[in-house]
């Protein structure tokens, strides 16, 4: 199965702004997947935030919509979240995935993110 591996995690204050970014082993599979983040607060479920299909079709969950973005670079095997005016309930860690990889409960060791002030 592909490798993900998620960075760019950190501390930042609310109303500022990160860009994580989930790197795939395999240009194979990253090119024809699609594509998705997800976030887990301490104490929470882990919940679904964004998707991006292999067309580039995006969707966002209600609560970083109009703040999130997702992006994929195919010759950079990478995906991307773009995070702006964060608030402290975007909180957590964030994991990207495929949907193969979910069916299998394969998750990697994704990328905190702090926001405090």
């Known amino acids: 199965q592909v490798q993900l591996v998620e960075s760019g995690g950190g501390l930042v204050q609310p109303g500022g702004s990160l860009r994580l970014s989930c790197a795939a082993s395999?240009?194979?599979?990253?090119?024809?997947?699609?594509l998705k983040w997800y976030r887990q607060a301490p104490g929470m479920q882990r919940e679904w935030v964004a998707t991006v299909s292999n067309t580039g079709s995006t969707d966002y969950a209600d609560s970083v919509k109009g703040r999130f973005t997702i992006s994929r670079d195919g010759a950079k095997n990478t995906v991307y979240l773009q995070m702006n005016v964060l608030k402290s309930e975007d909180t957590a860690v964030y994991y990207c995935n495929t949907p193969l990889r979910e069916a299998y409960g394969n998750w990697g060791q994704g990328t905190q993110v702090t926001v405090s002030s």
């Open positions: 395999e240009r194979s599979i990253f090119s024809i997947t699609v």
